[in-house]
């Protein structure tokens, strides 16, 4: 039975390292939006660790990735992008999936009068 137990603790170990990933990649998502905050629709994202990632994506372990947010204008759209490494649907396992995401803007944003088109 000791070895029931410790399959128990790998995979409860394996979940705990799979929730502090994602966590660290939110921090470092965080991280990177104050550096490169843009205002002019431009979005260049290096993704570091590539290889690395791309293992993780056809293992399972990360699915996407988000880039930092982006926006069309001072007062325009907040934008960001999402990338499949490993392709998403149809794609998944033969291509790269890449997709737009148009964000919610945030609360405060709603009450200054240069926001009230969005």
Known sequence: MLTEDV????????R??????VRLSE??????CT???????V????????RQRKLQAVGG????????????SRYGYKM??????NGDG?????HLSLFFVVMQVTAACHNDCHCSYL
């Open 80 to 85: 960001c992008a999402r990338i499949y490494l």
């Open 7 to 14: 399959r128990k603790k790998f995979i409860a170990h394996d």
């Open 16 to 21: 705990t390292i799979g929730l502090h990933d």
């Open 43 to 50: 979005l260049i994202w290096k993704i570091g660790e590539y």
């Open 90 to 94: 149809v794609g998944r396992g033969t």
């Open 35 to 41: 550096e490169t905050a843009n205002y002019e629709g």
């Open 61 to 72: 372990r990360i699915l996407s990735l988000y880039s930092q947010p982006f926006y069309t």
């Open 27 to 32: 921090i470092d998502l965080r991280l990177q």
